[in-house]
């Protein structure tokens, strides 16, 4: 059983920067993917950027270069460092962990506000 919890949401002047965390709670047997996905107002959910348990990384073409996705294992823990961030980042993200199984589980998400 895993249970994914976002934090670190929160309001940022462009051109900030904000770290998301998520960790996972619960039972857990083996996370293999863990990544990020945003949701902005009136807009679909879009992926974000991705990390294997191997460090593989795949991110969104238009956030290459600002946001940086890395995880701890050992905490069950992913991470999204978002730099130079610009009004347009403004949104909902959820977190999500794809378990050995196949199996993904979601998070509630946290807000994300920039200003400008």
């Known amino acids: 059983q895993v249970q994914p919890v976002e934090s670190g949401g929160g309001l940022v002047q462009a051109g900030g920067s904000l770290r998301l965390s998520c960790a996972a709670s619960?039972?857990?047997?083996?996370?293999?993917?863990m990544g990020w996905h945003r949701q902005a107002p009136g807009k679909p959910r879009e992926l974000v950027a991705t990390?294997?348990?191997?460090?593989?990384?795949n991110y969104a073409d238009s956030l290459k270069g600002r946001f940086t996705i890395s995880r701890d294992n050992a905490k069950n823990t992913v991470y999204l460092q978002m730099n130079s961030l610009k009004p347009e980042d403004t949104g909902v993200y959820y977190c999500?962990?794809?378990?050995?199984?196949?199996?993904?589980?979601w998070g509630k998400g946290t807000l994300v506000t920039v200003s400008s």
């Open positions: 990390i294997l348990s191997g460090g593989s990384t």
């Open positions: 999500f962990f794809t378990v050995n199984s196949g199996r993904d589980y």
């Open positions: 619960g039972i857990i047997v083996n996370i293999n993917a």
